[in-house]
Structure formats: structure tokens, C-alpha cells
């Protein structure tokens, strides 16, 4: 397996909703990494974990909240967010979080959020 | 920090054409380089990456090219088919980081 799962695909949400973004990896990956990617521009880094502890927070609101359960899943919990939160949210993976030749991230294929 | 840029934000080729992408780096400590290729609906798929050690790099019709002095990366596409349509990212790593920091994107259409 080498592939980034990430489910919903889609999601519709209000401002007062609590929804989760999930995310799976089985290639024995021990780094992962959320990004937020705005129409017509390039993914922006929002957290990365690396052996399941958060290592960076691109100082995110708090209304987003991550989590990594164990080393092949990670999730974004949301919460009151706002209409400009509207993205696609990708989700990536990478053996170690030294990012090198022999490390290179694979992508998900995101998870687009709108909120309304 | 680190920023890249795209000299262009679009380009258009005929099929069959060589394209080239080109992108600029802010930060001389950058060590790393990786050309992503996004098409709709999709997330970044990886081309081909670049350390900052070498000037050169080939792949399957692709082809990098580092030019530290000017901070220049180039993304070389032979022979340009339909299914290399995409928006296409350059990414930089600085030494030390532990994130990518991306260029702004060129999207490549091909015409018939």
C-alpha cells in the first residue's frame, strides 16, 4: 500500500458544526502532516507530527485541532470555523520528518471543506 | 524563512513540444528541491527532486536543473503529451526545517 487515505472527500458544514477530517497511512510512515490549499494556490503547511507528537503548529487557530491516535492515523477536528476556512485539506506522510532524497512526502488526495 | 516563486503562472504548449517551468528561491541554506504535479481533484504527485549538491537531475522525460548562484530551478517536460496537464509546484527545504515551503504554481495546458 502505498497510498495517503483521506475521508470525507467532500464536506458541507455550518459555523456552529464539529466535523473531523481523517486520514490513513499503512506505509509504515512515522512522520504526517496536514496542509490547507486555497483555490489557485500552493498547499500552506498547518502541523506537522512526527513519531505521533506534534513537532510544528504554524501557529493554526485553534478552532482547528489535530490528532494522531498512532502511527498510521491523523486527524483534524473542527470546529466554529469560518466561510474563509473553505479549502481542500491534504494530508501527507513521509518516513521521517527529515525531509531529504529518501523522504519525500506523498500526498493524499484532500478532503474539500466548505463552510457556509 | 524560505520563499519560491513561478515566473509564470500559466503556460501553454503544443503537444509533442518540450516545456519548461520555472521557479526562483529566496534562500541560499535551501538544500533540497521537488517538482509536484497536481492534477484536478488530486493532491501533489512527486516528479523528481533535486539536492543542492547537483545541477542536474533526469527522469523518465523529465529533467531538473539547479542554478544556485542565480537561486533558479527549472522543470524540463519532453515531448509534452495531453496527460501532462496539470498545475505543476515547485518546493523548496531549507536545512534544518522540517517543512516544504511551495512555490505559487504554473498551470500547463496542452493544445492539440
Known amino acids: 500500500d502505498t497510498e495517503v487515505t483521506q475521508t470525507p472527500k467532500h464536506l458541507v458544514m455550518g459555523m456552529t458544526n464539529k466535523k473531523s477530517l481523517k486520514c490513513e497511512q499503512h506505509?509504515?510512515?512515522?512522520?504526517m502532516y496536514w496542509y490547507k490549499q486555497k483555490a489557485k494556490k500552493p498547499p500552506e503547511l498547518m502541523f506537522v507530527?512526527?513519531?505521533?507528537?506534534?513537532?510544528i503548529n504554524e501557529s493554526v487557530p485553534s478552532r482547528f485541532s489535530p490528532e494522531c491516535p498512532n502511527s498510521s492515523l491523523l486527524n483534524l477536528h473542527l470546529h466554529a470555523l469560518q466561510p474563509e476556512d473553505s479549502a481542500l485539506y491534504l494530508c501527507?506522510?513521509?518516513?521521517?520528518?527529515?525531509?531529504?532524497?529518501?523522504?519525500?512526502?506523498?500526498f493524499g488526495a484532500g478532503s474539500r471543506l466548505t463552510v457556509l | 524563512g524560505e520563499s519560491v516563486g513561478l515566473h509564470l503562472p500559466t503556460l501553454s504548449v503544443q503537444e509533442g513540444d518540450n516545456s519548461i517551468i520555472n521557479c526562483a528561491y529566496s534562500n541560499s541554506a535551501s538544500d533540497y528541491f521537488i517538482w509536484y504535479k497536481q492534477e484536478s481533484g488530486k493532491g501533489p504527485q512527486f516528479i523528481i527532486d533535486?539536492?543542492?549538491?547537483?545541477d542536474k537531475r533526469q527522469g523518465q522525460r523529465v529533467t531538473v536543473l539547479l542554478n544556485k548562484t542565480v537561486k533558479h530551478l527549472s522543470l524540463q517536460i519532453a515531448a509534452t503529451q495531453p496527460g501532462d496537464s496539470a498545475v505543476y509546484f515547485c518546493?523548496?527545504?531549507?536545512?534544518?526545517?522540517?517543512?516544504?515551503?511551495f512555490g505559487q504554481g504554473t498551470r500547463l495546458t496542452i493544445n492539440p
Open positions: 533535486i539536492r543542492s549538491n547537483m
Open positions: 506505509m509504515g510512515h512515522r512522520a
Open positions: 518546493a523548496a527545504h531549507v536545512q534544518g526545517a522540517q517543512k516544504l515551503v
Open positions: 501527507a506522510s513521509s518516513p521521517t520528518s527529515q525531509i531529504s532524497g529518501a523522504n519525500v512526502l506523498t
Open positions: 507530527y512526527s513519531y505521533e507528537k506534534l513537532s
